[in-house]
């Protein structure tokens, strides 16, 4: 059976290694990472059991010879992606209580997938389903323009991609059975054939959209599901959810897509973010024909697919958080082994905000901290899968020399903190506080503006009025201002949201 990764890069060894080397390499990461020594930490563990696997076949004469045999059939010029660390600084001074360090760890795809990027495009393929909310709710124009962006999609696959829609209310049909794209003019019949009614079961319509999915289900796909809705599932959230946790281990991503204001953003977010998919808020039923479209092109310009990073900090350091910043900003779940980050595309860097808490009382001298690993699915390659590591020590000195913080982390870290500000004075009005509310908004907007975003400045200073004379905060208010902030994480304020034409 081929092996899918590189042993003796997981170990950090040459390919001439000799077996004492290799044992040493194996004893140094398991004085690192062992479960035993690092309970609590799934990054390592999930680490561990690659560098397990590794030693075991490297010390196996006869499994080694069939690995280096096959590496040897493999060409020399097989496309890669590099993953590049910056910490906010390479000297920290050994205090005697915990400080925070951040890294940004950027994930860029081969230079010369550029020159190539048709070619790639053309030998990219996806196996797609639409989940399309149908329920009372869609009716009008919302139902109009979901149709109008299928039959769009449509236009734009080819006939070696596969299609399946799934439609849903309180009950789930099937309206395109997942097949290649052969016949468009019958496909398109078929959704027009899309009448709202009902109530809304997100699970049933995910579920029926994932066994389609699932049909055509290969490594050389892009298996992605879109799931489109108008309004709140009841209580199969959990169950979503764990669906989703289901069909990452299979190599299927989510992207969610709440249309209006009356969904449940914290449940999509999560959705999402399960799989390395996105989540996003179209504010009016104008937006959604050019958002799926986009969405759906993004998907044939992916370079490495089923793209994640395994971070495994040292004994004493801990993962706080993670944050997607580019290309679609999302927050990351800190607490997995391994962190699904979605698709490389070709032309785009893929890149995450890590804060680490370390130790007080450190030593001086260096001190490793984080040992990071992306692995991926290389599309062109015949061997898919692909390993970058990076292993990140730092300075410990009572005098360190003068250093500036890397700009795109200054950068990165102003633009979160503007999110981070928004869920605060969110978080103040749930409690109740709505003076904290309103003080926390009207901060938000003075950054803004000084930010040089005066059109969400505004927003966010007539939602504290608003907070100050109501007690209240609109759903549409809300979501503009989470989705909003989150996007100037990507470089955009407007994100997807404002691509209208007109409105509901």
């Avoid at 389903?129 to 149908?134: A, E, G, P, Q, S």
């Avoid at 975003?453 to 100050?468: H, K, S, Y």
């Amino acid at each position: 059976m081929p092996v899918d990764f590189d042993p003796y890069a997981v170990l950090g060894v040459p390919n001439n290694a000799t077996l004492d080397e290799i044992r040493d390499a194996y004893r140094r990461a398991a004085r690192r990472l062992h479960p035993d020594k690092q309970q609590g930490n799934p990054g390592a563990a999930a680490q561990f059991t690659d560098i397990t696997a590794a030693y075991n076949l490297l010390l196996s004469p006869s499994e080694r010879f069939a690995y280096d045999e096959e590496a040897r059939k493999r060409p020399a010029d097989a496309l890669t992606f590099s993953l590049r660390v910056t910490p906010s600084k390479r000297n920290l001074l050994p205090l005697t209580e915990p400080q925070v360090v951040y890294m940004l760890a950027e994930i860029l795809p081969d230079p010369r997938a550029k020159e190539m990027q048709e070619e790639l495009r053309q030998q990219t393929h996806v196996n797609l389903t639409l989940v399309l909310d149908k329920s009372n709710s869609m009716s009008g124009r919302r139902i109009e323009r979901v149709q109008r962006a299928a039959l769009k999609i449509i236009d734009h696959l080819s006939p070696q991609d596969i299609l399946s829609v799934v439609a849903f209310n309180d009950h789930a049909d099937v309206i395109i059975p997942a097949t290649m794209v052969t016949d468009k003019p019958s496909l398109k019949a078929r959704i027009t054939m899309l009448k709202p009614f009902g109530g809304t079961e997100i699970y049933r319509g995910l579920s029926a959209g994932v066994e389609q999915n699932r049909k055509f289900l290969a490594p050389r796909l892009v298996n992605h599901v879109i799931m489109l809705t108008d309004g709140n599932t009841y209580g199969d959230q959990d169950r979503c959810i764990s669906l989703a946790q289901q069909v990452t281990q299979q190599g299927i991503g989510i992207s969610a897509l709440g249309l209006g204001d009356e969904w449940n953003d914290k449940f999509l977010d999560q959705l999402a973010s399960v799989t390395g998919g996105t989540s996003s808020y179209i504010k009016s039923s104008g937006a959604v024909v050019s958002f799926l479209d986009q969405h759906v092109r993004s998907l044939s310009n992916v370079f490495a697919e089923r793209l994640s990073i395994s971070v495994a900090p040292d004994i004493g350091v801990k993962l706080e958080s993670a944050f997607k910043l580019t290309p679609h900003p999302q927050s990351l779940p800190a607490n997995e082994g391994v962190i699904p980050l979605g698709a490389l595309q070709i032309n785009l860097t893929t890149s995450i905000l890590l804060q680490f808490e370390l130790p007080a009382n450190m030593a001086e001298g260096y001190r490793s901290i984080a040992r990071m690993v992306a692995a991926g699915d290389i599309l062109a390659n015949d061997q898919r899968r692909f390993q970058a590591l990076s292993d990140i020590s730092l300075g410990i000195n009572s005098d360190p020399p003068k250093e500036e913080t890397p700009p795109a982390i200054l950068e990165a870290l102003g633009r979160l903190t503007l999110y981070r500000m928004q869920e605060r004075a969110q978080d103040a009005l749930e409690e109740g506080d709505f003076i904290e509310a309103t003080s926390r908004l009207e901060k938000l907007a003075t950054r803004l503006f000084q930010l040089g975003e005066p059109e969400l400045a505004e927003q966010v200073r007539t939602n504290a009025r608003q907070v100050a004379s109501t007690q209240t905060l609109s759903s549409e208010g809300r979501k503009t201002l989470k989705y909003h902030t989150r996007n100037l994480l990507g470089g955009s304020s407007s994100g997807d949201a404002d691509e209208t034409d007109d409105d509901d």
